[in-house]
């Protein structure tokens, strides 16, 4: 059983930048080769894809509305993965949840197995 807590959300303005943080409880080989994910869902909308990165080949993939203003990361070391959030913009405003999954198709919600609480960011025009 993988557990997944979120931190660094906020209120920032647009054009801002916030740094998300998602602990995982890894334990085994197994759980270190999981591709690890960022979704966020916004009041009356679906969840949708951010950003996801695998491992041990660091291969990182984002949704188009973010690339370029958004880079995740993830320090096995810590356990952790980051989500860079720059140049805010209000339709950014969202809860930001952690997603972990083995072979997850990548930006698809069910196909991951364990997923964080979430995070709330506003983003303020």
């Known amino acids: 059983q993988v557990q997944l807590v979120e931190s660094g959300g906020g209120l920032v303005q647009a054009g801002g930048s916030l740094r998300l943080s998602c602990a995982a409880s890894?334990?085994?080989?197994?759980?270190?080769?999981?591709?690890m994910a960022w979704f966020r869902q916004a009041p009356g909308k679906e969840r949708e894809f951010v950003a996801a990165?695998?491992?041990?080949?660091?291969?990182?993939d984002y949704a188009d509305s973010v690339k370029g203003r958004f880079t995740i990361s993830r320090d096995n070391a810590k356990n952790t993965v980051y989500l860079q959030m720059d140049s805010l913009k209000p339709e950014d405003t969202a809860v930001y949840y952690c997603?972990?999954?083995?072979?997850?198709?990548?930006?698809?919600?069910?196909?991951?197995?364990?997923w964080g609480q979430g995070t709330q960011v506003t983003v303020s025009s």
């Open positions: 890894l334990r085994t080989f197994s759980d270190y080769r999981m591709v």
């Open positions: 990165i695998k491992w041990p080949v660091p291969i990182k």
């Open positions: 997603a972990a999954g083995l072979s997850p198709t990548m930006t698809h919600p069910p196909s991951y197995d364990y």
